[in-house]
């Protein structure tokens, strides 16, 4: 089995984060004075920013994003000065992609040589996560299961929603050709409390686990074709004028494992 443990750094000389044995990243130590790359191992991510031109959303790749000086941006993707995590600002206004109206300040998981993660269903792949959503005006996407190469479809498997009155909810996709989400609600957490998600895809199932309660949901024929690839971050599930509604995503530990 291939690890990548994304929050299990060495930054001058101590450990900032393990994986536990429930599969939850755990955080510690983080720097404040450090930018998110300091912190956390970007080396396989590339960020996605709501600025840039229309359609055509600016990119960050992961050697501009890993290492103590590495890449953040004060109004988007910038290190919390009071408890050091990895904070995420999607505004209601912003540059998108051409397949949404949403903006959003987003990881997209990559291959330690840069080129971009594509994964089959076969073996077990898992995001985890430490997190809180500090502000949020209707709905907010904290992690995704997205389609890559096999088929005409750009739509995610599967979507990690969080509401302002708590409510967290799993959209599934129920087919490739975009016939629409099944939403499962999977947990209540307070606007701006701590928690954590596992989103674990094993061959035809979705395992996913919120603060340690798991939940199971099959994945539909349709999608076996289809490789895939993890997301995480603020995907801001409102679009309006405005520049100041938004979603913030504050991350303390983020890992995948294949």
Known sequence: MQRRTLFTLALS?????????????SAAALDPGLPPGGN???SVWSLQLPIGS???PETIPPARLKGPAGYSNPAYFWTDRNDGSM?????????????????????REMNPDGSAANWTLAGSHTLSARLRVASVTKN??????????????????????YRPNGDIFLGTQNSPDASGQTLHKVGVVPLGTTWTYVIQ????????????????????PAFHPYRQYFKAGSYNQSSSESTTNGA?????ALTVRH
């Not at 997205?146 to 498997?157: A, C, D, E, N, V």
Request: aromatic share 10%; hydrophobic share 35%.
């Open 87 to 107: 904070t995420f600002w999607a505004p209601e206004k912003g540059v998108t992609t051409p397949n949404s109206k949403y903006a959003r300040s987003e990881l």
């Open 248 to 252: 913030k995503v504050k991350f303390y």
């Open 40 to 42: 956390f191992d970007l």
């Open 140 to 161: 907010v996407a904290v992690g995704q299961v997205k389609l890559g190469t096999g088929g005409p479809s750009t739509k995610p498997l599967a979507e990690l929603y």
């Open 201 to 220: 895809v094993s061959d035809s199932t979705i395992n996913l686990t919120i603060n340690g309660t798991r939940t199971s949901y099959a994945i539909p």
């Open 54 to 56: 229309p359609g055509s």
């Open 13 to 25: 000389g101590t450990a900032v984060g393990t994986l536990g044995a429930t599969g939850v990243a």
